[in-house]
């Protein structure tokens, strides 16, 4: 990891062999403005990966899942991506959408296209590249809990 490397966590979230996905805002200001991608964010000073993902999940979705587990990391020169997996046991009407402007369970099949449908956005946005690949690879090895 280098000094410019951010550490992030974020959660794979599965219900229905579908994946819950954030529509992130469509903002200048942030990395994949209006891109499909992972709940999760910032490990905070002191933080570990885990204690991460859960309090991301919390403070995005209001979301505490019953189990999590960390799938791997993936890191490239400007990120390092601690991935967790996790069931999503209650339906999407339940979850509290504070951060991002929209989420959807997505197919393996719309993953594998590279983009999806945002009612709320009332047009077709793309996955963010680094969540597409870390799902394509989840769904490849089998690691989902079934």
């Known amino acids: 990891m ?17 994946f819950l996905f954030q529509l992130r805002d469509d ?5 994949y403005p ?8 910032h490990l905070d000073p002191g933080e570990t990966p885990h204690e991460a993902v859960i309090r991301e999940l919390q403070e995005e979705i209001t979301y505490f899942p ?5 799938v791997g990391c993936y890191s490239d020169p400007k990120v ?3 991935v967790f997996h996790a069931p999503l046991t209650v339906d999407l009407d339940q ?11 997505l197919t393996p ?11 709320k956005a009332d047009r077709i946005l793309p996955l963010v590249p680094a969540a597409r690949q870390i ?4 769904l490849e090895v089998g690691t989902l809990a079934k």
């Open 27 to 31: 903002i200048p200001n942030i990395v």
């Open 109 to 119: 099949e719309q993953i594998q296209h590279g983009s999806c449908y945002s009612a």
């Open 34 to 41: 209006a891109h499909w991608g992972f709940f999760g964010g």
């Open 66 to 70: 019953p189990s999590i587990s960390e």
């Open 2 to 18: 280098t000094h410019q490397s951010v550490r992030v966590a974020i959660a794979i979230l599965y219900r229905d062999d579908k």
């Open 135 to 138: 799902i394509l690879d989840f």
């Open 95 to 105: 979850l509290v959408l504070k951060e991002g402007w929209d989420m959807a369970l």
């Open 80 to 82: 390092e991506r601690h």
